[in-house]
Protein backbone atom coordinates (compact mmCIF):
# COMPACT_ATOMS: atom_id res chain seq x y z
CA UNK A 1 0.00 0.00 0.00
CA UNK A 2 1.25 3.51 -1.00
CA UNK A 3 1.62 6.28 1.08
CA UNK A 4 -0.98 8.67 -0.18
CA UNK A 5 -3.35 5.28 0.08
CA UNK A 6 -2.38 5.07 3.95
CA UNK A 7 -3.02 8.28 4.48
CA UNK A 8 -6.51 8.51 2.31
CA UNK A 9 -7.64 5.51 4.28
CA UNK A 10 -6.94 6.46 8.03
CA UNK A 11 -8.19 10.42 7.25
CA UNK A 12 -11.92 8.55 6.03
CA UNK A 13 -11.75 6.07 8.64
CA UNK A 14 -11.39 9.64 11.24
CA UNK A 15 -14.04 11.56 9.01
CA UNK A 16 -16.16 8.92 10.16
CA UNK A 17 -15.34 8.54 13.43
CA UNK A 18 -15.99 12.14 14.29
CA UNK A 19 -19.57 11.21 12.77
CA UNK A 20 -19.82 8.43 14.62
CA UNK A 21 -18.64 10.71 17.96
CA UNK A 22 -21.46 12.72 17.36
CA UNK A 23 -24.08 10.18 16.93
CA UNK A 24 -23.05 8.62 20.35
CA UNK A 25 -23.11 11.89 22.46
CA UNK A 26 -26.87 11.54 21.47
CA UNK A 27 -27.76 8.10 22.96
CA UNK A 28 -28.56 7.31 26.68
CA UNK A 29 -27.27 5.11 29.20
CA UNK A 30 -29.58 2.09 28.39
CA UNK A 31 -28.75 2.08 24.41
CA UNK A 32 -25.35 1.95 24.95
CA UNK A 33 -25.66 -0.44 27.63
CA UNK A 34 -28.00 -2.56 24.89
CA UNK A 35 -25.37 -2.09 21.83
CA UNK A 36 -22.93 -3.52 23.90
CA UNK A 37 -24.83 -6.72 25.06
CA UNK A 38 -25.39 -7.27 21.48
CA UNK A 39 -21.97 -6.81 20.71
CA UNK A 40 -21.07 -9.95 23.74
CA UNK A 41 -23.33 -11.88 21.70
CA UNK A 42 -21.69 -10.77 18.74
CA UNK A 43 -18.71 -12.26 19.82
CA UNK A 44 -19.51 -15.36 21.36
CA UNK A 45 -21.50 -16.15 17.81
CA UNK A 46 -18.47 -15.23 16.10
CA UNK A 47 -15.85 -17.53 18.22
CA UNK A 48 -15.14 -20.31 15.90
CA UNK A 49 -13.89 -17.27 13.21
CA UNK A 50 -11.87 -15.30 16.33
CA UNK A 51 -10.07 -18.61 16.92
CA UNK A 52 -9.71 -19.29 13.41
CA UNK A 53 -7.89 -15.89 12.78
CA UNK A 54 -6.17 -16.56 15.98
CA UNK A 55 -3.97 -20.04 15.38
CA UNK A 56 -2.89 -17.92 11.83
CA UNK A 57 -1.23 -15.26 14.16
CA UNK A 58 0.06 -18.16 16.79
CA UNK A 59 1.56 -19.87 13.75
CA UNK A 60 3.26 -16.80 12.35
CA UNK A 61 4.68 -16.10 15.94
CA UNK A 62 5.77 -19.28 15.62
CA UNK A 63 7.79 -18.87 12.54
CA UNK A 64 9.12 -15.60 13.72
CA UNK A 65 10.48 -17.10 16.97
CA UNK A 66 8.12 -15.41 19.62
CA UNK A 67 7.91 -17.64 23.04
CA UNK A 68 7.37 -16.56 26.36
CA UNK A 69 5.37 -13.93 27.94
CA UNK A 70 4.73 -12.12 24.56
CA UNK A 71 3.31 -15.14 22.84
CA UNK A 72 1.35 -15.59 26.13
CA UNK A 73 -0.55 -12.59 25.40
CA UNK A 74 -1.42 -13.10 22.01
CA UNK A 75 -3.31 -16.26 22.87
CA UNK A 76 -7.08 -16.65 22.31
CA UNK A 77 -8.51 -20.07 23.43
CA UNK A 78 -12.77 -20.83 24.43
CA UNK A 79 -11.57 -19.49 27.69
CA UNK A 80 -10.44 -16.19 26.54
CA UNK A 81 -12.71 -15.39 24.51
CA UNK A 82 -15.94 -16.11 26.41
CA UNK A 83 -13.83 -13.78 29.25
CA UNK A 84 -13.52 -11.16 26.30
CA UNK A 85 -17.92 -12.08 25.93
CA UNK A 86 -18.71 -12.01 29.60
CA UNK A 87 -16.45 -8.14 30.23
CA UNK A 88 -18.36 -6.52 27.66
CA UNK A 89 -21.62 -7.31 29.69
CA UNK A 90 -19.82 -6.30 32.67
CA UNK A 91 -18.98 -2.92 31.11
CA UNK A 92 -22.29 -2.70 29.96
CA UNK A 93 -23.68 -2.88 34.12
CA UNK A 94 -21.70 -0.11 34.77
CA UNK A 95 -22.57 3.14 35.91
CA UNK A 96 -22.69 5.48 32.76
CA UNK A 97 -20.27 8.50 33.91
CA UNK A 98 -21.76 10.81 30.64
CA UNK A 99 -24.41 13.45 32.00
CA UNK A 100 -22.73 13.34 35.52
CA UNK A 101 -23.50 16.67 36.99
CA UNK A 102 -20.19 17.26 38.28
CA UNK A 103 -20.90 21.20 40.10
CA UNK A 104 -23.06 23.63 40.18
CA UNK A 105 -22.22 27.74 40.60
CA UNK A 106 -25.06 30.11 41.13
CA UNK A 107 -23.77 33.67 40.17
CA UNK A 108 -24.98 37.06 41.48
CA UNK A 109 -26.15 38.05 38.48
CA UNK A 110 -29.02 35.32 38.10
CA UNK A 111 -26.44 32.78 35.64
CA UNK A 112 -26.62 29.69 36.54
CA UNK A 113 -23.82 27.06 35.98
CA UNK A 114 -23.81 23.20 35.59
CA UNK A 115 -20.58 21.50 35.36
CA UNK A 116 -21.36 17.99 33.13
CA UNK A 117 -19.22 15.15 32.39
CA UNK A 118 -19.37 14.64 27.97
CA UNK A 119 -17.15 12.27 26.30
CA UNK A 120 -14.00 13.26 24.85
CA UNK A 121 -14.85 12.50 21.33
CA UNK A 122 -12.78 10.39 19.25
CA UNK A 123 -9.89 8.42 20.38
CA UNK A 124 -6.95 6.86 18.92
CA UNK A 125 -5.24 3.67 20.35
CA UNK A 126 -2.15 1.84 19.32
CA UNK A 127 -1.37 -1.45 20.90
CA UNK A 128 0.78 -3.99 20.33
CA UNK A 129 0.24 -8.14 20.96
CA UNK A 130 -2.78 -8.45 23.32
CA UNK A 131 -5.73 -9.00 20.80
CA UNK A 132 -8.53 -8.74 23.96
CA UNK A 133 -7.22 -5.03 23.84
CA UNK A 134 -9.16 -4.24 21.10
CA UNK A 135 -12.16 -5.27 22.66
CA UNK A 136 -11.43 -3.56 25.68
CA UNK A 137 -10.70 -0.54 24.36
CA UNK A 138 -13.66 -0.62 21.98
CA UNK A 139 -16.14 -1.39 24.82
CA UNK A 140 -14.93 1.65 27.03
CA UNK A 141 -14.79 3.76 24.58
CA UNK A 142 -18.36 3.61 23.70
CA UNK A 143 -19.88 3.64 27.02
CA UNK A 144 -18.04 6.24 27.62
CA UNK A 145 -19.42 7.77 24.22
CA UNK A 146 -16.48 7.77 22.46
CA UNK A 147 -15.59 6.62 19.06
CA UNK A 148 -12.53 4.74 18.58
CA UNK A 149 -9.80 4.13 15.94
CA UNK A 150 -7.69 1.29 17.06
CA UNK A 151 -4.70 0.52 15.52
CA UNK A 152 -3.06 -2.98 16.57
CA UNK A 153 0.27 -4.60 15.97
CA UNK A 154 1.39 -6.75 13.26
CA UNK A 155 1.45 -10.06 15.39
CA UNK A 156 -2.33 -10.36 16.23
CA UNK A 157 -4.22 -8.67 12.80
CA UNK A 158 -5.77 -11.75 11.86
CA UNK A 159 -7.14 -11.97 15.83
CA UNK A 160 -7.54 -8.01 16.00
CA UNK A 161 -9.76 -8.21 12.34
CA UNK A 162 -12.06 -11.09 13.61
CA UNK A 163 -12.97 -9.23 16.87
CA UNK A 164 -13.59 -5.94 15.67
CA UNK A 165 -15.69 -7.63 13.13
CA UNK A 166 -17.67 -9.49 15.60
CA UNK A 167 -18.05 -6.33 17.76
CA UNK A 168 -19.20 -3.96 14.68
CA UNK A 169 -21.67 -6.71 13.35
CA UNK A 170 -23.03 -7.66 16.57
CA UNK A 171 -23.57 -3.96 17.93
CA UNK A 172 -25.03 -2.65 14.46
CA UNK A 173 -28.58 -4.04 15.20
CA UNK A 174 -29.14 -2.55 18.25
CA UNK A 175 -28.33 0.78 17.07
CA UNK A 176 -24.16 1.14 16.87
CA UNK A 177 -23.45 3.81 14.89
CA UNK A 178 -21.13 3.12 11.59
CA UNK A 179 -17.89 4.07 12.15
CA UNK A 180 -17.92 4.45 16.03
CA UNK A 181 -15.52 1.21 15.95
CA UNK A 182 -12.51 1.11 13.59
CA UNK A 183 -9.76 -1.36 12.79
CA UNK A 184 -6.81 0.33 10.85
CA UNK A 185 -6.57 -3.51 8.60
CA UNK A 186 -3.03 -2.62 7.86
CA UNK A 187 0.56 -3.01 9.85
CA UNK A 188 2.22 -0.56 7.77
CA UNK A 189 4.32 1.50 10.31
CA UNK A 190 3.59 4.83 8.58
CA UNK A 191 -0.19 4.20 10.00
CA UNK A 192 1.24 5.20 13.20
CA UNK A 193 2.57 8.01 12.02
CA UNK A 194 -0.95 9.18 9.89
CA UNK A 195 -3.06 8.74 12.91
CA UNK A 196 -0.46 10.42 15.16
CA UNK A 197 -1.10 13.39 12.90
CA UNK A 198 -4.19 13.30 12.51
CA UNK A 199 -5.42 16.07 14.95
CA UNK A 200 -8.18 17.25 12.80
CA UNK A 201 -10.36 13.98 13.97
CA UNK A 202 -8.25 12.63 16.52
CA UNK A 203 -8.99 14.45 20.20
CA UNK A 204 -7.00 11.92 22.51
CA UNK A 205 -4.14 9.42 21.43
CA UNK A 206 -3.40 6.48 23.74
CA UNK A 207 -0.12 3.91 23.25
CA UNK A 208 -0.16 0.67 24.90
CA UNK A 209 2.91 -1.13 24.24
CA UNK A 210 7.07 -1.02 24.67
CA UNK A 211 9.11 2.02 25.27
CA UNK A 212 9.47 3.00 21.90
CA UNK A 213 6.28 2.41 20.81
CA UNK A 214 5.39 5.19 23.30
CA UNK A 215 7.98 7.35 23.28
CA UNK A 216 7.36 7.28 18.86
CA UNK A 217 3.98 8.15 19.64
CA UNK A 218 4.84 10.83 21.69
CA UNK A 219 7.20 12.19 19.30
CA UNK A 220 4.74 12.31 16.41
CA UNK A 221 1.68 13.01 18.21
CA UNK A 222 -0.14 16.18 17.46
CA UNK A 223 -3.17 15.92 19.74
CA UNK A 224 -2.55 15.07 23.64
CA UNK A 225 -1.21 11.72 24.46
CA UNK A 226 -1.97 9.44 27.83
CA UNK A 227 1.03 7.30 28.22
CA UNK A 228 0.98 3.83 29.20
CA UNK A 229 5.02 3.26 30.26
CA UNK A 230 6.65 0.50 31.84
CA UNK A 231 5.73 -1.19 34.95
CA UNK A 232 9.21 -1.10 36.60
CA UNK A 233 7.55 -1.58 40.30
CA UNK A 234 9.51 -2.12 43.73
CA UNK A 235 8.69 -3.54 46.87
CA UNK A 236 10.68 -2.27 49.58
CA UNK A 237 11.14 -4.17 52.95
CA UNK A 238 11.55 -1.68 55.48
CA UNK A 239 13.11 -2.25 58.96
CA UNK A 240 10.38 -3.48 60.73
CA UNK A 241 8.32 -4.70 58.32
CA UNK A 242 6.80 -8.31 59.12
CA UNK A 243 8.97 -10.63 56.96
CA UNK A 244 6.23 -13.73 56.28
CA UNK A 245 4.25 -11.05 54.96
CA UNK A 246 6.80 -9.01 52.83
CA UNK A 247 7.72 -12.84 51.68
CA UNK A 248 4.13 -13.20 50.43
CA UNK A 249 3.33 -10.11 48.63
CA UNK A 250 6.64 -10.28 46.83
CA UNK A 251 5.95 -13.99 46.05
CA UNK A 252 2.57 -12.63 44.90
CA UNK A 253 4.11 -9.49 42.95
CA UNK A 254 6.56 -11.34 41.42
CA UNK A 255 5.49 -14.66 40.62
CA UNK A 256 1.57 -14.66 40.10
CA UNK A 257 1.40 -13.60 36.51
CA UNK A 258 5.46 -11.85 35.49
CA UNK A 259 3.68 -10.96 31.95
CA UNK A 260 1.83 -8.06 33.28
CA UNK A 261 2.59 -4.32 33.61
CA UNK A 262 1.74 -4.31 37.93
CA UNK A 263 4.47 -7.62 38.44
CA UNK A 264 7.18 -6.37 40.41
CA UNK A 265 10.82 -6.39 39.13
CA UNK A 266 13.07 -4.67 41.88
CA UNK A 267 13.07 -5.64 45.71
CA UNK A 268 14.60 -2.69 48.18
CA UNK A 269 15.68 -4.31 51.45
CA UNK A 270 16.76 -2.10 54.46
CA UNK A 271 19.97 -3.47 55.30
CA UNK A 272 19.26 -3.53 59.18
CA UNK A 273 17.32 -7.23 58.19
CA UNK A 274 18.78 -7.81 54.63
CA UNK A 275 20.96 -10.35 56.46
CA UNK A 276 18.29 -12.39 57.60
CA UNK A 277 15.61 -11.90 54.97
CA UNK A 278 17.21 -12.23 51.97
CA UNK A 279 17.92 -16.21 52.52
CA UNK A 280 14.25 -16.53 53.14
CA UNK A 281 13.38 -14.19 50.11
CA UNK A 282 15.82 -16.59 47.96
CA UNK A 283 14.29 -19.69 48.81
CA UNK A 284 11.03 -19.10 48.02
CA UNK A 285 12.01 -17.62 45.10
CA UNK A 286 13.92 -20.36 44.17
CA UNK A 287 10.99 -22.58 44.55
CA UNK A 288 9.58 -20.09 41.67
CA UNK A 289 11.95 -20.54 39.64
CA UNK A 290 13.21 -16.84 40.19
CA UNK A 291 16.27 -15.59 38.93
CA UNK A 292 17.70 -13.13 41.63
CA UNK A 293 20.15 -10.47 41.09
CA UNK A 294 21.54 -8.65 43.25
CA UNK A 295 23.80 -5.26 44.22
CA UNK A 296 27.31 -5.85 46.10
CA UNK A 297 25.42 -5.74 49.38
CA UNK A 298 23.16 -8.63 48.51
CA UNK A 299 25.85 -10.39 47.12
CA UNK A 300 27.55 -10.24 50.95
CA UNK A 301 24.36 -12.34 52.18
CA UNK A 302 23.34 -14.70 49.19
CA UNK A 303 26.98 -15.50 47.07
CA UNK A 304 24.98 -17.53 44.13
CA UNK A 305 23.15 -14.29 42.93
CA UNK A 306 24.06 -12.99 39.60
CA UNK A 307 25.61 -9.51 39.75
CA UNK A 308 22.93 -7.21 39.01
CA UNK A 309 24.14 -4.10 36.47
CA UNK A 310 23.01 -0.36 36.22
CA UNK A 311 20.29 -1.69 33.11
CA UNK A 312 18.38 -4.37 35.67
CA UNK A 313 17.60 -1.47 37.82
CA UNK A 314 15.61 -0.14 34.64
CA UNK A 315 14.42 -3.11 32.97
CA UNK A 316 11.10 -4.66 32.92
CA UNK A 317 11.62 -8.12 32.70
CA UNK A 318 7.89 -9.54 32.31
CA UNK A 319 9.43 -12.40 33.31
CA UNK A 320 10.87 -15.08 36.62
CA UNK A 321 14.01 -12.32 36.92
CA UNK A 322 14.01 -9.72 39.93
CA UNK A 323 16.52 -7.40 41.10
CA UNK A 324 17.44 -6.81 44.61
CA UNK A 325 19.35 -4.22 46.13
CA UNK A 326 20.09 -3.17 50.11
CA UNK A 327 19.08 0.40 50.90
CA UNK A 328 20.20 2.49 54.20
CA UNK A 329 16.78 3.69 54.96
CA UNK A 330 13.39 4.49 53.73
CA UNK A 331 14.82 7.69 52.08
CA UNK A 332 17.10 5.73 49.96
CA UNK A 333 14.05 3.43 49.01
CA UNK A 334 12.75 6.56 48.01
CA UNK A 335 15.32 8.14 45.77
CA UNK A 336 16.09 4.89 43.92
CA UNK A 337 12.42 4.23 43.00
CA UNK A 338 11.87 8.00 41.93
CA UNK A 339 15.24 7.52 40.13
CA UNK A 340 14.40 4.28 38.29
CA UNK A 341 11.09 3.88 38.32
CA UNK A 342 8.80 4.40 35.44
CA UNK A 343 5.75 5.89 38.03
CA UNK A 344 3.64 2.95 37.96
CA UNK A 345 3.25 1.10 41.13
CA UNK A 346 5.34 0.72 44.65
CA UNK A 347 4.79 -0.86 48.40
CA UNK A 348 6.24 -0.65 51.14
CA UNK A 349 6.22 -3.30 53.49
CA UNK A 350 6.79 -2.48 57.22
CA UNK A 351 4.36 -2.11 60.79
CA UNK A 352 5.94 1.02 60.64
CA UNK A 353 2.82 3.55 59.95
CA UNK A 354 5.22 6.87 59.82
CA UNK A 355 7.53 5.31 57.80
CA UNK A 356 4.79 4.44 55.39
CA UNK A 357 3.10 7.34 55.46
CA UNK A 358 6.44 9.32 54.81
CA UNK A 359 6.70 6.76 51.56
CA UNK A 360 3.01 6.93 50.09
CA UNK A 361 4.23 10.65 50.22
CA UNK A 362 7.58 10.84 48.47
CA UNK A 363 7.50 8.32 45.79
CA UNK A 364 5.81 9.54 42.91
CA UNK A 365 4.12 7.00 41.06
CA UNK A 366 0.51 6.41 39.92
CA UNK A 367 -0.59 3.84 42.81
CA UNK A 368 1.60 3.02 46.04
CA UNK A 369 0.84 0.56 48.26
CA UNK A 370 1.09 -0.03 52.14
CA UNK A 371 1.41 -4.08 52.94
CA UNK A 372 -0.64 -5.16 49.65
CA UNK A 373 0.58 -6.17 46.37
CA UNK A 374 1.39 -4.39 43.24
CA UNK A 375 -1.05 -6.77 41.32
CA UNK A 376 -3.68 -4.79 42.54
CA UNK A 377 -3.54 -1.98 40.20
CA UNK A 378 -5.72 -2.87 38.17
CA UNK A 379 -9.36 -1.18 37.12
CA UNK A 380 -11.24 -4.32 38.20
CA UNK A 381 -9.48 -4.67 41.28
CA UNK A 382 -9.95 -0.63 42.10
CA UNK A 383 -14.01 -1.61 41.40
CA UNK A 384 -13.73 0.37 38.25
CA UNK A 385 -14.37 -2.45 35.80
CA UNK A 386 -12.52 -2.73 32.63
CA UNK A 387 -9.78 -0.46 32.19
CA UNK A 388 -7.89 1.09 28.90
CA UNK A 389 -4.70 0.72 30.72
CA UNK A 390 -2.41 2.44 33.60
CA UNK A 391 -2.21 5.92 33.04
CA UNK A 392 2.18 6.84 34.02
CA UNK A 393 1.05 10.65 33.08
CA UNK A 394 -0.51 12.97 35.79
CA UNK A 395 -2.63 14.84 33.55
CA UNK A 396 -5.59 14.58 32.61
CA UNK A 397 -5.78 10.30 33.92
CA UNK A 398 -3.03 8.48 36.16
CA UNK A 399 -3.29 5.18 37.05
CA UNK A 400 -6.08 2.42 36.17
CA UNK A 401 -7.99 4.41 33.31
CA UNK A 402 -11.69 3.42 33.56
CA UNK A 403 -14.86 4.86 32.32
CA UNK A 404 -14.55 8.53 34.13
CA UNK A 405 -11.24 8.97 32.51
CA UNK A 406 -12.40 8.49 29.13
CA UNK A 407 -14.32 11.29 29.73
CA UNK A 408 -13.99 15.35 30.12
CA UNK A 409 -16.41 17.92 31.32
CA UNK A 410 -18.43 21.15 29.73
CA UNK A 411 -19.59 23.99 31.43
CA UNK A 412 -23.55 24.77 30.89
CA UNK A 413 -24.78 27.91 31.09
CA UNK A 414 -28.12 29.44 31.70
CA UNK A 415 -29.58 32.60 31.99
CA UNK A 416 -32.23 34.83 31.14
CA UNK A 417 -30.68 37.96 28.77
CA UNK A 418 -27.41 39.06 30.87
CA UNK A 419 -25.02 40.40 29.09
CA UNK A 420 -21.21 41.59 30.28
CA UNK A 421 -21.64 45.63 29.89
CA UNK A 422 -24.44 46.13 32.23
CA UNK A 423 -24.70 50.02 31.24
CA UNK A 424 -26.45 48.34 27.73
CA UNK A 425 -29.79 47.43 27.40
CA UNK A 426 -30.91 44.71 25.09
CA UNK A 427 -32.31 45.83 22.14
CA UNK A 428 -30.59 49.44 21.60
Known amino acids: MTSEEIHNNIYAMGEEARRAALALSLLNAEQK ?3 LRAMAVGVRA ?3 EILAANAQDIASADERGIAGSMKDRLVLDDARVEAIASGIEQVADLPDPVGELLETIE ?3 GMSIEKVRVPIG ?5 FESRPNVTSDAAVLCLKSGNATILRGGSEAIHSNKALAKALQEGGEPAGLPKGAIQLIPFTERESVQVLAGMDKYLDLIIPRGGKGLIEAVVSMARMPVIKHYDGICHAYVEAEADQELAIAIIDDGKTQKPSVCNALETVLVDQSVAKEFLPKLKQRLDVRNVEMRGCEKTQNFLTDVKLATEEDWT ?12 VDGVSEAIDHINHYGSHHSEVIITSNDQQAKRFLSAVDSACVYHNVSTRFSDGEEFGFGAEIGISTDK ?3 RGPMGLVELTSYQYRITGNGQIKDSDRQIGL
Open 46 to 48: KKQ
Open 315 to 326: TEYLDLIISVKV
Open 122 to 126: VIGII
Open 107 to 109: RPN
Open 395 to 397: LHA
Open 33 to 35: SNI
